[in-house]
């Protein structure tokens, strides 16, 4: 394979240190300083880490590449407009917890404890963002159809992984005579807006998720083209960001009021989809596909942190 420009960021140790500082750097534009995002850089931090672990334990990559982290990092950052969105980014690095577990359970029937805890954090997210719960029949699809893992024993263990946080929560509230905000909770769960309705979203918003939405076609046609080539069980994990993906962006369309916490799944998961594309294509056309995916990158990242600041 010809080492082009794209592979040879893909394949560099020196990519993600500089993915760090680049974020460091478009963090502090956005204001954290000012605006003393504490915990959301946190959760961030923790995320990026996450999606470190998720692709050495899984070898999502097959070749040595930071690629996955990188992509995530920069497409996180380019959604800047997302950092005061606490309760959906604790949301994220909770849903990339449960998928290092989740994967973990991959065609083990037995693995009750497994699933148990990566729905226990599923069930964490869902405090931070309830309207998570809408994914939870498809993660029991994927259970049967991807890892493979689904039996009575492995469903009560992620129905009582979901119930758990719920437990320790409504006794709380109990004790502390709130009932409200338990109901306010789950109620929302029914409150449906109209359709396709993007007013309020901005140009900055709608741009970015043009740009993911772009990344995960050619993640996902690249991978259905050259999917022989990994292993089955990489092809199952996969087609799980593939589906995660679609559901994410369907629900964005439906319901646009839950633009950002949707965005943020797509983010988690069409980094894996555009970062086996870059580091396993070498072609000039894929070259110049990456650099401009990158350049497009860039520019709304600015575009983003300029609004911010002008805004502000």
Wanted: charged letters at 5%; a positive charge; aromatic letters at 16%.
């Amino acid at each position: 394979m010809r080492k082009l420009l794209q592979n040879r960021i893909a394949e560099s140790k020196l990519t993600m240190p500089a993915a760090t500082l680049y974020a460091l750097g478009v963090w502090l534009l956005a204001g954290v300083l000012t605006y003393h995002w504490w915990s959301q850089l946190a959760c961030f931090a923790i995320s990026s880490y996450l999606m470190v672990e998720l692709n050495n334990i899984n070898a999502l990559i097959r070749i040595f590449s930071r690629m996955v982290s990188t992509a995530f990092i920069a497409l996180f950052c380019c959604a800047s407009f997302l950092f005061p969105a606490l309760q959906e980014i604790v949301m994220l690095t909770c849903l990339t917890a449960f998928i290092i577990l989740f994967f973990l359970t991959y065609q083990n029937k037995e693995a009750s404890g497994i699933t148990y805890y990566a729905f226990l954090f599923l069930g964490v997210a869902s405090i931070a963002y309830v309207h998570i719960l809408f994914f939870v029949p498809l993660l029991w699809l994927m259970m049967i159809t991807n890892t493979m893992s689904l039996s009575w024993r492995t469903w009560l263990a992620s129905l009582f992984g979901l119930l758990t946080p719920y437990w320790f929560a409504i006794a709380w509230l109990i004790y502390q005579h709130n009932y409200s905000l338990a109901i306010a909770h789950f109620s929302s769960l029914a409150v449906f807006d109209e359709p396709f309705n993007f007013y309020g979203i901005t140009a900055g918003q709608k741009a970015t998720l043009i740009l993911i939405i772009v990344m995960a076609i050619i993640g996902t046609i690249h991978f259905i083209r050259k999917n022989y080539l990994d292993k089955i069980r990489i092809r199952m994990f996969y087609g799980f960001f593939m589906w995660m993906d679609l559901a994410a962006l369907t629900f964005l369309l439906l319901q646009p009021q839950h633009f950002n916490a949707m965005l943020l799944i797509m983010v988690l998961n069409t980094s894996p989809l555009i970062a086996h594309f870059v580091a396993l294509t070498s072609t000039k056309l894929t070259n110049i596909v990456s650099l401009v995916l990158s350049a497009a990158t860039l520019l709304i990242t600015a575009y983003n942190l300029w609004i911010s600041s002008f805004l502000s």
